[in-house]
């Protein structure tokens, strides 16, 4: 994956990109090309915080790349194979990543993300016919269902956890771009069937960067869904050739680990 923007943050977003958090935070964009064509992961890192406790509502993310299998065997990085050719990992934090032992293909080798649902049914109506996306697959016995916007991108897999979904600390949600005038259709749809509106629309700002609309939804699992305008939202994550350093000036700065070990203290559980 490659760095394609590094941001730094003096105060938490007011649409709690980074949870809710007041403090200063980042956010690195990473991905295998840019993000208006491939599938994007935000990682968003909130000084002062040492750890989050995950819940069942983020169930990984699958990939077909045999380089990254490669790879974690060349570095030791523990692999446990659940199906014939498919691999499961996890990134620092217990994240989880399922690796397809195939060639990395040209398109975006991000196949689904996976979010566990507690009544899938109830789910899919939402995400199919509220938000419009096409059902692609459906597993009766594994409870599962996949679904996404068009066939050659990153889909989305919701599968029945057998209880209630618990999101932790971590606080993650999905981003969709789509037209501008769109977003107020959205807000329009969402007030009219009575779900839930964690953002209204809204302008948000970074500095130095395209100003962008957005709009941040909860399905019925509470998972968090956010629409942004996507004229601004090009100009705003075109790939940043210093990404990489941002991030690495950012890293050699932040003396927050030895800071905390000096005074014989820990950074705070979230």
């Not at 809710?20 to 994007?40: L, N």
Request: with cysteine; charged share 25%.
């Amino acid at each position: 994956l490659q760095v394609l923007r590094h941001e730094e943050f003096d105060e938490g977003c007011k649409a709690a990109c980074n949870g809710p958090y007041d403090g200063k935070w980042s956010k690195t964009m990473v991905g295998y090309g840019p993000e208006d064509s491939h599938f994007v992961a935000e990682l968003t890192y909130n000084y002062g915080i040492g750890d989050y406790r995950l819940g069942n509502d983020f169930l990984g993310i699958t990939l077909v790349s045999s380089q990254a299998v490669s790879n974690a065997r060349r570095l030791g990085w523990p692999l446990s194979k659940v199906a014939s050719g498919i691999f499961e990992t996890e990134a620092p934090g217990g994240y989880k990543f399922y690796l397809e032992d195939k060639e990395q293909p040209k398109q975006d080798p991000v196949i689904k993300v996976t979010l566990g649902v507690s009544d899938l049914q109830k789910s899919v109506n939402y995400w199919s016919n509220l938000l419009g996306m096409k059902i692609y697959e459906k597993d009766e016995e594994k409870q599962k269902v996949l679904l996404g916007y068009a066939d050659n991108q990153c889909k989305l897999e919701l599968k029945q956890v057998g209880g209630a979904v618990d999101h932790g600390t971590a606080f993650g949600r999905i981003a969709f771009s789509c037209a501008k005038e769109e977003l107020p259709n959205i807000e329009a749809l969402m007030k009219k069937e009575n779900q839930k509106i964690l953002t209204p629309l809204v302008s948000l700002d970074t500095p130095g960067k395209a100003t962008v609309q957005v709009i941040i939804l909860a399905d019925p699992d509470g998972h968090e869904i956010c629409f942004v305008g996507d004229e601004a939202f090009r100009d705003l994550s075109k790939v940043d050739p210093n990404g990489d350093k941002l991030l690495d000036d950012a890293m050699a700065a932040d003396n927050s680990d030895k800071w905390f070990a000096e005074k014989n203290m820990k950074k705070a559980s979230a």
